[in-house]
């Protein structure tokens, strides 16, 4: 039964041309989460919703954008996509409240290639 | 928020017992420990999580000192199946920020 996922697993852009990925969530969770994954290196947190509160890490780059709709779905737009932009985008849902002893459900991710 | 320690890599052979430890020295008293596997070209998967002593599950166990400042995860028994890289994360309550450390590529051989 498939939880998070993310569409398509694999995205080719050109270098500038805006590019979004797509996330859905069958758990009803109320937060969301995107992450860059680079070629082995740790995931690394760009932001994250508490239902349509948009929360954005300090060290995100303004070309990173995200979009909620609805619980279910959630949106990362990347404006200006770079070379260095190439790499695993990661989707994760956790609950609230949040009080410890919670865990996060990762989706299986979208490999972005940037021409 | 407190940053973790992980050895870079391991190697074990199949049917041993693998142990992983994790140094979290500024790890505050409401924080959790979280560990979760990734398979190339996957997303992680939780496997197990803990505030202190141990936890057992039908896949690993979790072993935390009174201390704290540590922690280690075992699998018991490993197979090839479990070659990937295992994190360590706190896990602080009261926030939605999760900071992945380097992680351990677990090569298990035949």
């Known amino acids: 039964d498939a939880m998070v996922i993310q569409n398509p697993r694999y995205q080719v852009t050109q270098f500038g041309k805006p590019v979004t990925l797509s996330c859905s969530q069958t758990?009803?969770?109320?937060?969301m989460y995107w992450y860059q994954q680079k070629s082995s290196q740790a995931p690394k947190l760009l932001f994250h919703?508490?239902?349509?509160?948009?929360?954005n890490e300090a060290d995100t780059p303004d070309n990173f954008q995200s979009r909620r709709p609805n619980t279910s779905f959630c949106f990362l737009d990347i404006r200006s996509p770079g070379l260095g932009d190439a790499a695993m985008y990661l989707c994760?849902?956790?609950?609230?409240?949040?009080?410890?002893?919670?865990?996060?459900?990762f989706g299986p991710g979208t490999r972005l290639l940037v021409l | 928020l407190a940053k973790t320690t992980q050895p870079i890599s391991m190697d074990s052979y199949e049917g041993q017992e693998v142990n992983i430890t994790c140094s979290h020295n500024n790890i505050a008293t409401n924080d959790y420990i979280t560990w979760y596997q990734q398979f190339p070209s996957q997303g992680p998967r939780f496997i197990i999580q803990g505030y202190k002593t141990k936890v057992t599950n039908e896949v690993a166990s979790l072993f935390i000192p009174a201390d704290r400042k540590s922690s280690t995860l075992s699998l018991p028994r490993v197979s090839l199946s479990d070659t990937a890289v295992y994190y360590c994360l706190v896990d602080t309550s009261g926030t939605y920020k999760y900071i992945f450390g380097t992680g351990t590529r677990l090569k298990v051989l035949a």
């Open positions: 919703y508490y239902d349509k509160d948009f929360n």
């Open positions: 758990l009803n969770h109320n937060v």
């Open positions: 994760a849902t956790s609950r609230t409240p949040r009080q410890g002893g919670e865990t996060q459900y």
